[in-house]
Each structure stands twice: as structure tokens, then as C-alpha cells.
């Protein structure tokens, strides 16, 4: 698959979907530094995070802290892989908002995996105890049901990657 030109690198896809497993394949494609949501929040916020609200809350603030990095980082040439889920209108808006200070392109990676088999891969991850957050199925289905598809139209290239299963 031909990657456009970009240094600047978004992922959106259902929880599990394998965003932050492509992050870091784009991390190594493009010599990027990943900034990964769910480890940032995990260190600043663990003991606050107890359901979607709590997850709001303190993703804002997490925003509002790092965005002035991210612009500082892009506009000194180096890429940036945002392991951030871009996946409601008003996270891209926010992720595009950086892109167009920093006055790059802002390539989105949308992952189009069956919603079934990313609980199947949350279930997997959650026995398997390796990430910073524990999905049951209600968070799983609430973040779910927030998703909002991208469109090319939101301002940046947009790169599709499906997968099927587990």
C-alpha cells in the first residue's frame, strides 16, 4: 500500500481495532515519534478513570497540554504518530486544528475492522494483561457507539486498512 506524504499521522478505528499496533508500524515507516493516548492517560490519570465521562474529562485536559508539543514537534520537521483515537468529529477537528498551526498535511489511518472481532481482540488483550486498560463490554460498546466514521472531507488524506479477524 502507498502511504501518501505526510509527517503527521492519525489512527481511528473501534477499540481494539490495532491502532496502536499500527502506530507503531508508521512509527518505524516514517522515523516518527508516537504520543499514545492510552499510555499518557494510564500515567497522569489512572486513579480518575473509572468510566466514559472520567475518560472525557481528562482526554481534554491531556489535549490542552500537549497540543502546543505536537505543533512545536511537527513544525521542527520531525514526524509525529498521534496514537489518539481520532474517532468522533471533534477529536479529528482538534488533531487537524494542530496540523494547520503546524501548517502540515495530516495523513488519517482508518481501521475497518468488524466491530465483533475488536471485542474478540478486547477480550484477548484483556486476559492477556499487556495494555493500560481493562475493556468490559459495556465501555467497549459505549465507546462503540460514539464512532463516527471519517470523511476525506475533514481535511486530511485519509488511508483505509482492513482487516477481517482475530
Same mark, same amino acid.
Given at each position: 500500500? +502507498?502511504?501518501? =506524504? =505526510?509527517?503527521?499521522?492519525?489512527? !481511528? ?6 491502532? +496502536? /499496533?499500527?502506530?507503531? #508500524? ?9 504520543? =499514545?493516548?492510552?499510555?499518557?492517560? =494510564? ?14 474529562? !481528562? ?15 511537527? #513544525? ?20 487537524? *486544528? ?8 495530516? /495523513?488519517?489511518?482508518?481501521? /475497518? ?28 460498546? #459505549?465507546?462503540? +457507539? ?8 475533514? *481535511? ?8 477481517? +479477524?482475530?
Amino acid at each position: 500500500m +502507498s502511504m501518501p =506524504s =505526510s509527517n503527521f499521522h492519525l489512527v !481511528c478505528g473501534y477499540a481494539a481495532s490495532g491502532k +496502536s /499496533t499500527l502506530a507503531k #508500524q508508521l512509527v518505524q515507516a516514517h522515523g516518527a515519534v508516537v504520543l =499514545s493516548e492510552d499510555q499518557l492517560l =494510564s500515567a497522569l490519570y489512572a486513579d480518575e478513570l473509572q468510566g466514559l465521562a472520567d475518560y472525557l474529562r !481528562c482526554t481534554r485536559r491531556l489535549r490542552a497540554a500537549i497540543g502546543p508539543h505536537v505543533v512545536a514537534l511537527l #513544525q521542527a520537521g520531525q514526524a509525529v504518530v498521534m496514537d489518539f483515537a481520532a474517532n468522533t468529529v471533534e477529536a479529528r477537528r482538534w488533531l487537524i *486544528g494542530l496540523a494547520q498551526q503546524a501548517e502540515v498535511q495530516a /495523513t488519517l489511518h482508518h481501521l /475497518t475492522v468488524p466491530k465483533q472481532v475488536c471485542w474478540q481482540r478486547a477480550l484477548a488483550r484483556n486476559q492477556a494483561g499487556h495494555h493500560e486498560f481493562q475493556l468490559s463490554q459495556d465501555q467497549f460498546e #459505549q465507546l462503540a +457507539s460514539r464512532f463516527e466514521p471519517p470523511d476525506a472531507t475533514e *481535511g486530511f488524506a485519509l488511508v483505509w486498512h482492513q482487516t477481517e +479477524s482475530l
